[in-house]
């Protein structure tokens, strides 16, 4: 699933869209996405001068747009929206910063209704970047 197809499942546009393509998505199951860090996002402008990293809260929020975009490709979930509904769990381990190629990998563990918990994980290379739970409401 390239950008394009991405911004038709999910609501989020630049320059808060944080997937720049989907690797490979088993719908409400679990899906593979990148994001390409690059010196041009505009939250390196003041996070941090001189030592641009890419700050933790938007490693966590692009899993969660990769675990949106796996849910709001089921037929039922079409034309919703995923909201947050916690943020459990969550470690960060390594810096991100310009350069970067984040692999961001959500598996769900729980899937209801209008509910779903998903373990994401974030990946520059094969190290752990960061890590959490994440619970989404489908509104």
Known sequence: MEINDIMAVIPHRPPFLLIDRVLEVVP?????????V????PFF?????GEPVMPGVLIIEAMAQAG??????????AGKIAYFGAIDNAKF???VVPGDTLR??????KLKASAGIGKG??????AKAAEAELTFLIG
């Not at 409400?28 to 390409?36: E, L, Q």
């Not at 402008?45 to 001068?49: E, L, M, S, T």
């Not at 961001?104 to 563990?109: A, D, K």
């Open 68 to 77: 949106a975009a796996a849910l709001l490709s089921m037929p039922e979930y």
């Open 121 to 126: 994980v974030a990946f520059v290379g094969d």
């Open 93 to 95: 381990r390594r810096k």
């Open 38 to 41: 690059t010196m041009n996002e």
């Open 28 to 36: 409400g199951v679990r899906v593979s996405a990148i994001k390409n």
């Open 104 to 109: 961001l990998e959500v598996e769900f563990i």
């Open 45 to 49: 402008v003041g996070h941090f001068p």
